[in-house]
């Protein structure tokens, strides 16, 4: 999945809307979430790019599974004007059939 164009992060946490395929051949992706069809272990890799921010604050990149806060990928402190970041995150996790993945 990507994202087709900007999105707006306001002070507050916000999930990544995903709205664009690149390919998924088992159709395990929809409404920015993935639910894998088979249970097994599977490798997550996540990047979030960040242009121009403004205020200091910092980001995290949050990995929910089946609802619920599972593990912080990366994450990133941003204290200087007019600056660009790209946050980065693998994780390998268990998932059975039916469970469901979200950034």
Request: proline share 3%; charged share 20%; glycine share 4%.
């Amino acid at each position: 999945m990507k994202k087709s164009s900007i999105q707006a992060l306001p002070d507050a946490w916000t999930p990544i809307v995903y709205d664009d395929e690149v390919r998924d051949d088992l159709n395990e992706w929809a409404n920015s979430t993935f639910t894998p069809t088979e249970a097994g272990k599977y490798l997550i890799n996540v990047t979030l790019k960040m242009g121009l921010l403004t205020t200091k604050n910092s980001f995290y990149l949050k990995m929910y599974k089946n609802g619920s806060y599972f593990r912080n990928l990366d994450w990133y402190y941003f204290d200087a004007a007019n600056a660009r970041y790209t946050l980065h995150g693998n994780t390998i996790v268990d998932l059975n059939a039916g469970d469901t993945i979200k950034f």
